[in-house]
Nanobody, 122 residues
Framework: QVQLVESGGGLVRPGGSLTLSCVASGFASRYYSIGWFRQAPGKEREGVACFGYSEESKTYADSVKGRFTISRDNAKNTVYLQMNSLKPEDTGVYYC???????????????WGQGTQVTVSS
């Protein structure tokens, strides 16, 4: 059974950092596209970062380039999202998802985690 479980969210001040984790089970995450998405209240879900098997496939939304980094630990079957220089507009529920295409479009992803809340506020 495919399962994705996010953790690591919380309340952080502007300029701070958080690292989100996405533990995958039921499949080997390194053979699929894994994406991080976020959804703020009243807004559509948007892609933040994604990648496939190769490091060169890493793709970021313009709004997070240079601040967020996606990575994986194959031994732990876990994907991470390191978030630095956080801004209030980064606030939202963050989801990880499994898909077949390397894309920031939510429709490209099939399996989703339950999400973890990130709040950036002073």
């Amino acid at each position: 059974q495919v399962q994705l479980v996010e953790s690591g969210g919380g309340l952080v001040r502007p300029g701070g950092s958080l690292t989100l984790s996405c533990v995958a089970s039921g499949f080997a995450s390194r053979y699929y596209s894994i994406g991080w998405f976020r959804q703020a209240p009243g807004k559509e879900r948007e892609g933040v970062a994604c990648f496939g098997y190769s490091e060169e496939s890493k793709t970021y939304a313009d709004s997070v380039k240079g601040r967020f980094t996606i990575s994986r630990d194959n031994a732990k079957n876990t994907v991470y999202l390191q978030m630095n220089s956080l801004k209030p507009e980064d606030t939202g529920v963050y989801y990880c998802a499994r898909g077949g295409l390397i894309s920031l479009a939510p429709l490209a992803y099939i399996d989703w985690g339950q999400g973890t809340q990130v709040t950036v506020s002073s």
